[in-house]
Protein backbone atom coordinates (compact mmCIF):
# COMPACT_ATOMS: atom_id res chain seq x y z
CA UNK A 1 0.00 0.00 0.00
CA UNK A 2 1.75 3.11 -1.09
CA UNK A 3 0.91 6.22 1.04
CA UNK A 4 2.28 9.68 1.36
CA UNK A 5 1.73 12.71 3.74
CA UNK A 6 1.25 16.12 3.23
CA UNK A 7 0.21 19.83 4.45
CA UNK A 8 -3.21 20.05 3.89
CA UNK A 9 -4.57 22.17 0.82
CA UNK A 10 -7.89 24.23 0.66
CA UNK A 11 -9.37 21.53 -1.37
CA UNK A 12 -8.67 19.00 1.33
CA UNK A 13 -11.23 20.47 3.31
CA UNK A 14 -14.38 18.51 2.33
CA UNK A 15 -12.34 15.67 2.82
CA UNK A 16 -10.99 16.74 6.51
CA UNK A 17 -14.63 17.44 7.69
CA UNK A 18 -15.65 13.72 6.20
CA UNK A 19 -13.07 12.20 8.35
CA UNK A 20 -13.88 14.42 11.63
CA UNK A 21 -17.53 12.93 11.28
CA UNK A 22 -15.95 9.84 12.43
CA UNK A 23 -14.19 11.53 15.50
CA UNK A 24 -17.48 13.52 16.39
CA UNK A 25 -19.52 10.26 16.46
CA UNK A 26 -17.37 8.66 18.80
CA UNK A 27 -17.10 11.58 21.18
CA UNK A 28 -20.62 11.82 21.07
CA UNK A 29 -20.77 7.63 21.75
CA UNK A 30 -18.28 7.92 24.65
CA UNK A 31 -19.82 11.32 26.18
CA UNK A 32 -23.29 11.97 24.78
CA UNK A 33 -23.75 14.55 27.61
CA UNK A 34 -20.86 16.68 26.04
CA UNK A 35 -21.13 15.98 22.33
CA UNK A 36 -23.52 15.90 18.97
CA UNK A 37 -23.72 13.19 16.91
CA UNK A 38 -24.24 15.08 13.66
CA UNK A 39 -23.13 18.25 12.75
CA UNK A 40 -23.83 20.29 9.62
CA UNK A 41 -21.00 19.38 7.09
CA UNK A 42 -20.65 23.18 6.30
CA UNK A 43 -20.29 24.43 9.28
CA UNK A 44 -17.65 22.23 9.80
CA UNK A 45 -15.79 22.98 6.19
CA UNK A 46 -16.47 26.45 7.65
CA UNK A 47 -14.48 25.93 10.88
CA UNK A 48 -11.21 23.68 9.30
CA UNK A 49 -10.95 26.40 6.65
CA UNK A 50 -10.43 28.95 9.27
CA UNK A 51 -8.16 26.47 11.11
CA UNK A 52 -6.29 25.92 8.32
CA UNK A 53 -5.70 30.05 7.60
CA UNK A 54 -4.31 30.09 11.51
CA UNK A 55 -0.35 30.21 11.64
CA UNK A 56 -0.38 28.43 14.96
CA UNK A 57 -2.86 25.17 13.21
CA UNK A 58 -1.53 22.58 10.53
CA UNK A 59 -3.50 20.40 8.97
CA UNK A 60 -2.02 17.29 7.49
CA UNK A 61 -3.51 14.16 5.07
CA UNK A 62 -2.50 10.88 4.33
CA UNK A 63 -3.35 9.30 1.14
CA UNK A 64 -3.38 6.53 -0.17
CA UNK A 65 -2.85 5.72 -3.92
CA UNK A 66 -3.88 9.60 -3.97
CA UNK A 67 -7.07 8.97 -2.12
CA UNK A 68 -7.56 10.67 1.20
CA UNK A 69 -7.31 8.28 3.93
CA UNK A 70 -6.71 9.72 6.83
CA UNK A 71 -5.73 13.72 8.83
CA UNK A 72 -4.46 15.47 11.80
CA UNK A 73 -4.89 18.52 13.33
CA UNK A 74 -2.36 19.77 14.63
CA UNK A 75 -1.77 23.10 16.86
CA UNK A 76 2.21 24.53 18.07
CA UNK A 77 1.77 25.91 21.64
CA UNK A 78 4.67 27.88 22.90
CA UNK A 79 4.18 30.11 25.87
CA UNK A 80 6.69 31.96 26.96
CA UNK A 81 9.03 31.04 30.30
CA UNK A 82 6.79 32.41 33.07
CA UNK A 83 6.85 31.97 36.63
CA UNK A 84 5.77 28.64 37.22
CA UNK A 85 6.57 27.08 33.65
CA UNK A 86 9.56 26.54 31.54
CA UNK A 87 9.32 27.56 28.45
CA UNK A 88 7.97 24.77 25.75
CA UNK A 89 7.55 24.18 22.50
CA UNK A 90 4.70 21.57 22.13
CA UNK A 91 3.57 19.77 18.76
CA UNK A 92 -0.50 19.82 20.12
CA UNK A 93 -2.19 16.87 18.05
CA UNK A 94 -6.18 17.71 18.47
CA UNK A 95 -7.45 14.96 15.98
CA UNK A 96 -5.37 11.99 14.40
CA UNK A 97 -8.37 9.50 12.09
CA UNK A 98 -7.77 6.98 9.49
CA UNK A 99 -10.31 6.14 7.84
CA UNK A 100 -12.13 2.94 8.75
CA UNK A 101 -10.82 1.51 5.38
CA UNK A 102 -7.35 1.93 6.21
CA UNK A 103 -6.93 1.55 9.66
CA UNK A 104 -4.86 -1.56 11.17
CA UNK A 105 -2.41 -1.76 8.18
CA UNK A 106 -0.03 1.26 9.71
CA UNK A 107 -1.25 4.22 7.74
CA UNK A 108 -1.96 5.86 11.54
CA UNK A 109 1.92 4.46 13.10
CA UNK A 110 3.90 6.26 10.40
CA UNK A 111 1.56 9.25 10.06
CA UNK A 112 2.49 9.98 13.45
CA UNK A 113 5.83 9.33 12.32
CA UNK A 114 5.73 12.19 9.63
CA UNK A 115 4.36 14.16 12.23
CA UNK A 116 7.11 13.76 14.49
CA UNK A 117 9.41 15.09 11.58
CA UNK A 118 7.08 17.78 11.18
CA UNK A 119 7.19 18.72 14.86
CA UNK A 120 11.09 19.03 14.51
CA UNK A 121 11.07 21.00 11.58
CA UNK A 122 9.34 23.61 13.52
CA UNK A 123 11.80 23.36 16.49
CA UNK A 124 8.51 21.72 18.77
CA UNK A 125 10.49 19.85 21.90
CA UNK A 126 7.37 18.04 22.65
CA UNK A 127 4.25 16.25 21.03
CA UNK A 128 1.00 16.67 23.46
CA UNK A 129 -2.40 14.86 22.72
CA UNK A 130 -4.93 13.67 24.53
CA UNK A 131 -8.10 11.30 24.15
CA UNK A 132 -11.42 10.23 26.42
CA UNK A 133 -10.94 8.04 29.57
CA UNK A 134 -13.21 5.63 27.62
CA UNK A 135 -11.33 5.48 24.12
CA UNK A 136 -9.76 1.92 24.89
CA UNK A 137 -8.46 1.41 21.59
CA UNK A 138 -6.94 4.97 21.50
CA UNK A 139 -4.70 4.95 24.39
CA UNK A 140 -3.64 1.02 23.43
CA UNK A 141 -2.10 2.68 19.84
CA UNK A 142 -0.30 5.82 21.26
CA UNK A 143 0.94 3.76 23.94
CA UNK A 144 2.19 1.39 21.58
CA UNK A 145 3.84 4.17 19.31
CA UNK A 146 5.91 5.86 22.45
CA UNK A 147 3.60 8.09 24.07
CA UNK A 148 3.18 8.14 27.77
CA UNK A 149 0.76 9.39 30.54
CA UNK A 150 1.53 13.31 31.21
CA UNK A 151 -1.18 13.91 33.45
CA UNK A 152 -4.65 12.73 34.24
CA UNK A 153 -8.03 15.04 34.15
CA UNK A 154 -10.54 14.17 36.98
CA UNK A 155 -14.14 15.81 36.70
CA UNK A 156 -17.37 15.96 38.88
CA UNK A 157 -20.77 16.21 37.23
CA UNK A 158 -22.70 18.97 39.67
CA UNK A 159 -26.33 18.11 38.04
Avoid at 11 to 31: F, K, T
Avoid at 109 to 124: H, I, P
Wanted: with cysteine.
Amino acid sequence: MKHTFREALDSDIPHIAGLNQSVQELHAELEPEIFHANLDSGRVEECFAIINSANVNKLYIAEVNQVVAGMAWAEIIAPEDGLFHKRQKTFYIHHLVVDQKYRRVGLGRDLLVYLREQADCLGCNRIGLDTWAKNTPAIEFFGSVGFETERIVFRLDTN
